[in-house]
């Protein structure tokens, strides 16, 4: 029974589990009114779910709202609908919008949906101070409330009938920012705003003008009177009188000051009042400025001066600006239209004047420390005025100048330049210096020396520069010309080369002759003879006034066998090295007779023995191998001869007769029996002579002869003597 219901619940449960089904069709976002809304005015923002179901259940829906990805709503019902009321928009709620729905484990997400609130909140504006000072500040704070940075604040000072003057502060972490505006001389009642800026994408909206503050201003001190006295007809040497003041509100550091042409004649502090006075001098002429400053606020009244000139500069005049030492020179000082004042002549230095003498006129003899500049001064009722500085020089007469090479020697090398110098012992600068160079000359003037360098880039390889120099300055002595100086122009040693006699091949323990040469180039000319190693050896050096230079070596051997070049240089530091050339040392001629005598001769002895003794072998080896047959032409002798050997029983190989001599040749194997018997017979046609037997010449014919040669170790003889015989031919070939 208990099995039965579980079957009919589980049953059941599948059957109610297949009717709860349901699906997302869209998720959707709106707002109410619109997506752009008025600042201030209600905003609804609603969140829709479309859901298909398989049957009418209940359902819990979680719906969320965000705003730019932050969480701003949340609902949990059984209605696919969510309402998120905002009473009052503000710019804060401008941003982009979605919702999402989850329910059943399942979850949907709206598009995103933009929502624009129009306008800004109107800023408040706050002044620290309602009353001010000139020279103070005026401290402002303006908020934005229930507004969300990045803001921009513009602040605004208006005075009256004047442009207003702005300042912008960006705000990116606050909705408030504070300024200062400084408070200007003549200030008096300012009136100052603010409004209030953000950015929506690409556009800036701008909010209300806040409330209007005004600023009283306050004057810490009124604007400085300058009084002068005497106020007009001011002739030089009179007294001048300057009294500057002003009232203050709060005596508190309180600075006057009295300025002539921007320069500060003087000043007080903590005063009301500045007074300053001076002899009248043509230089008191100009604007004068009265300022009054406490802390950042001033205030300046100016008056211009016109003092009336007493008399004229003098003027200073000399008999000559320039002459000869030695000579009288004459100061004279003196103003135009007028007779009554007191001179004195001076002398200028760079620590002080130096007075000569308290009068009109001076005269003295010059010398050269007279050079320099002279002035002259008048009085006349406390006023000093001088004259414009006077320039005399006095000259010392040149001497003689010497002219000479910078580098001490009176040489050059071709090609390079040529520094002279021109110098004097005694003369007043400035000094002319003219060298010359042959009929060409080249001027040049020192203002502050005795010496004068001259610089030739033109050197020629038979310029025999014929240099001098002349000087001359103001004197009336002239010029005053050097010595002439001759310079040698070195020539760089140019193409280098090596040779030798013989030339290539020396032989041992003869003489060899080098020779090394250049084409070019200045004597004395430095040789020397390297052959070339691992580390090369210098083998000879001199140096000759000539162009080339002759080396002999003695005795040449074979370890002389090399390479070698020389190498070249004179005064010009220039080396020059030839190409090398390559000498071989081979055997003389007496060497190779003693060689020959020696060595060669005993190895051709040796050679003739060896080819006569190889003859020799193989005549007698032919001898017992060869069984000549009877001869219808042998003689009677002959035959009895050789019918005696056989029938003694013994065995030949062959016979042979040498005139009427009769030598029996007894075979080698005799000992060997059967065996003879068993070798190979080999048959040959051979030429034999037929004697006469009374000692007729030899008459030659022709037979055929048959002969048995053993084949046997005596073939390997004939093969060994006739490798000796090679090795011996080619020894004697390798030594020629």
């Known amino acids: 029974m208990y099995l039965a219901l579980l079957v009919i619940f589980l049953q059941c449960s599948e059957i109610c589990t297949q009717k709860r089904v349901f699906t997302f069709n869209a998720v959707h976002i709106e707002v109410q009114p619109s997506a752009k809304v008025e600042n201030g005015a209600p905003m609804s923002i609603i969140c829709h779910a479309d859901i298909s179901k398989s049957t009418d259940f209940n359902l819990q829906h979680n719906i969320t709202i965000f705003k730019d990805g932050k969480l701003v709503f949340m609902s949990v019902s059984g209605k696919g609908d969510a309402r998120y009321e905002v009473p009052m928009a503000r710019s804060s709620h401008t941003g982009d919008y979605q919702c999402a729905v989850e329910a059943g484990g399942k979850i949907k997400h709206s598009d995103s949906l933009h929502v624009w609130v129009t306008g ?22 303006c908020e934005l409330p229930e507004e969300v940075p990045p803001l921009y604040f513009v602040f605004q000072k208006m005075k009256v009938n004047s442009t207003p003057k702005q300042k912008l502060q960006e705000e990116l972490y606050r909705n408030f920012s504070v300024v200062e505006f400084p408070v200007d001389e003549g200030d008096d009642i300012l009136q100052f705003d603010c409004f209030g800026k953000r950015r929506v994408r690409f556009e800036f909206e701008t909010s209300l003008t806040s409330n209007k503050t005004l600023i009283t201003v306050k004057e810490p001190f009124i604007k400085p009177t300058l009084h002068i006295k005497p106020s007009s007809n001011i002739t030089e040497g009179k007294e001048i009188r300057f009294e500057c003041s002003t009232v203050v509100a709060k005596m508190r550091d309180i600075e006057i000051i009295l300025l002539r042409n921007k320069t500060i004649l003087s000043s007080v502090r903590d005063q009301t ?48 600006n320039e002459l000869d030492e030695h000579k009288e020179l004459t100061l004279s000082c003196s103003i135009k239209d007028f007779q009554n004042a007191s001179f004195s002549i001076l002398r200028k230095h760079s620590s002080r004047d130096i007075l000569l003498r308290n009068s009109r006129n001076l005269t003295m003899r010059a010398s050269v420390n007279d ?36 580098s001490g020697l009176p040489e050059v090398v071709l090609g390079r330049p040529l520094n002279l110098t021109c110098c004097l012992m005694m003369g007043t600068p400035p000094i002319t210096f003219t060298f010359y160079k042959g009929n060409k000359n080249k001027k040049k003037i020192v203002t502050n020396n005795t010496c004068a360098a001259f610089l030739d880039k033109d050197i020629r390889q038979n310029d025999k520069g014929q240099y001098k120099c002349g000087a001359k300055n103001h ?28 030339y290539g091949v020396v032989e041992d323990g003869r003489e060899t002759t080098f020779l090394c040469s250049v084409e070019e180039g200045s004597w004395p000319i430095h040789f020397r003879i390297f052959r070339k ?49 390559t000498i071989n040392v081979i055997l003389a001629s007496w060497q190779k007779g003693v060689i020959t005598a020696f060595v060669l001769i005993p190895i051709a002895g040796v050679m003739i023995l060896a080819v006569w003794w190889f003859w020799c072998k193989k005549k007698n080896a032919k001898g017992p191998s ?31 007769y040498i005139e009427d001599g009769e030598n029996h040749m007894k075979s080698t194997d005799e000992n060997k029996g059967p065996d003879l ?27 055929t002869v048959y002969s048995e040669i053993r084949k046997a170790n005596n073939g390997k003889v004939f093969e060994i003597d006739k490798q000796c015989i090679t090795w011996l031919c080619s020894s004697f070939v390798a030594v020629c």
């Not at 800004?120 to 704070?141: N, S």
């Not at 069984?627 to 005696?644: G, W, Y």
């Not at 080999?682 to 008459?699: G, I, K, N």
Request: hydrophobic share 35%; charged share 25%; glycine share 4%.
């Open 120 to 141: 800004m909140t109107k800023p408040i504006l706050i002044a620290e101070k309602k009353e001010v000072f000139e020279g103070e500040v005026v401290k402002l704070r």
């Open 475 to 502: 004197h009336s002595s002239g010029m005053k010309t050097s010595k002439v100086l001759n310079i040698t122009v070195i020539v760089p040693i140019r193409n280098t080369s090596l040779g030798s006699v013989p």
């Open 626 to 656: 060869m069984e000549m047959s009877r001869s219808a032409l042998a003689t009677n002798s002959t035959s009895e001869k050789l019918s005696r050997q056989h029938n003694d029983g013994d065995y030949y190989s062959g016979s042979g």
């Open 371 to 406: 050079t320099g500049s002279y002035i002259c001064k008048a009085e006349v009722n406390r006023i000093v005025k001088e004259s414009k500085p006077v320039t005399i020089r006095v000259y010392a007469p040149v001497s003689m100048p010497s002219i000479s090479v910078f």
């Open 533 to 581: 190693m691992d580390r090369d050896i210098l083998l000879f050096e001199r140096s000759e006034h000539a162009d080339r230079v002759v080396w002999q070596k003695k005795e040449m051997s074979r370890q002389d066998t090399g390479t070698y070049y020389c190498i070249a240089s004179n005064r010009a530091n220039v080396s020059a090295k030839s190409h090398p050339i």
């Open 273 to 320: 009042t500045l007074k300053y006075s001076a002899v009248a001098t043509l230089e008191d002429s100009g604007e004068y400025l009265c300022k009054v400053e406490e802390g950042k606020a001033s205030k300046t009244t100016t008056h211009n001066v016109v003092v009336t000139e007493l008399f004229p500069k003098p003027i200073l005049t000399a008999s000559m």
């Open 677 to 703: 018997e068993s070798a190979e017979v080999e048959y040959t046609e051979v030429e034999v002579s037929t004697l006469d037997p009374h000692r007729a010449p030899v008459q030659k014919g022709t037979e």
